[in-house]
């Protein structure tokens, strides 16, 4: 048998070579997309969460503040909303109980996170934002503009909320609102 | 060398083969594109959202006959600038991105303003840094109690 007859089945070293650096960079190339996807992916998912704690937490003081009702003494009728660096009071008219009834808020700033509580009467309390609070301001806004009369009242109540993931590095979610309870406001001007 | 008899895989198939595949993750890489996009579109319209509630509280808020009818744009509803010329201050919370736009409209019943219809509009960016605006509208009737 002559040698130039064998036959050569494999691939030449060039071949391979070239093989191996095409599939490396297209690899290379996929990871990478694949890991800035990621990525960008698990920061907004991030924002989402944070996102809908905050927007559930300010839905649910806004239905307790477009409840609240006048009541205690009337030398007192401006201080409906008592609000601390910790806590936010007033009251509500329940329509479950059929009374004017106190909803307290609770904010505990705590090193790893803040926690957001809240609680009726004497029911228990309930947790709203667990360790995710980074920062949290309510302040009370009493204006009385110079109208005709004995001039008009507006109470508002200024938030300004910042919540940030347990684990993650992102800049916190930010929000400012002021919140204005409408029925209360119309109590205010009609006495 | 006799290059007929050789089994591998040639070079232009392998690269058409990757070619495909690359073909096929696209869409899937697209659809984590698409879901951050749809979650920024999403923080925009809460924040679109909550500043139209803050503009129609406060009005909402005054007594009836402060309620002016009128129509009032973003050059109007500026942070401590009067409104409809009363002493009643507009409250804006700072976030330059959204447009604010008032309308207030009366409902007349035998020449008696019964009803104002308040229509906030609240122009907001489509996504973060986007040039494209969308359109979040709220609406109420506020009823005269004096009558």
């Not at chain 1, 927007?55 to 609240?68: E, H, K, M, S, Y």
């Not at chain 2, 959204?98 to 104002?116: D, G, M, S, T």
Request: hydrophobic share 45%; proline share 4%.
């Amino acid at each position: 048998m002559k040698t130039s007859e064998r036959r050569v089945t494999g691939f030449t070293l060039t071949e391979i070579l070239v093989v191996c650096a095409v599939s490396a960079t297209f690899l290379a190339t996929a990871i990478m997309l694949f890991t800035n996807f990621r990525q960008g992916y698990s920061r907004s998912e991030n924002v989402a969460v944070l996102m809908q704690e905050s927007a559930l937490f300010l839905a649910r003081l806004r239905t307790d503040l477009n409840n609240a009702v006048l009541s205690g003494p009337s030398a007192d009728f401006l201080r409906q909303i008592q609000a601390a660096p910790d806590q936010l009071s007033f009251n509500v008219y329940s329509s479950r109980h059929g009374r004017i009834q106190p909803v307290v808020y609770n904010y505990a700033a705590l090193p790893d996170g803040g926690r957001l509580s809240r609680r009726e009467a004497n029911e228990g309390e309930r947790v709203l934002i667990k360790d995710h609070v980074a920062s949290l301001t309510w302040q009370v806004q009493l204006e009385r503009f110079a109208t005709p009369g004995s001039g008009t009242f507006r109470i508002g109540l200024a938030i300004d909320l910042q919540l940030k993931a347990s684990l993650g590095k992102e800049k916190p979610f930010a929000i400012k609102t002021t919140i204005f309870p409408a029925r209360l406001n119309r109590q205010l001007n009609s006495r | 060398m006799n290059r007929s008899h050789r089994t591998g895989l040639s070079l232009i198939e392998i690269v058409l083969s990757m070619g495909i595949l690359s073909l096929i993750m696209l869409p899937v890489f697209m659809t984590f594109s698409s879901g951050n996009i749809n979650i920024q579109v999403t923080e925009s319209e809460f924040r679109a959202h909550t500043a139209a509630l803050e503009l129609m509280e406060q009005i909402i808020s005054l007594p009836f006959k402060l309620i002016k009818a009128g129509e009032y744009d973003s050059g109007q509803i500026i942070e401590g600038r009067s409104f409809a010329g009363s002493p009643v201050i507009f409250r804006v919370s700072d976030n330059p991105d959204l447009k604010p736009a008032l309308k207030i409209e009366e409902i007349k019943r035998e020449n008696k303003v019964v009803f104002k219809k308040i229509t906030v509009t609240i122009a907001y960016p489509s996504a973060r840094a986007s040039d494209r605006m969308r359109d979040f509208t709220l609406k109420t009737l506020v009823a005269n109690e004096d009558i």
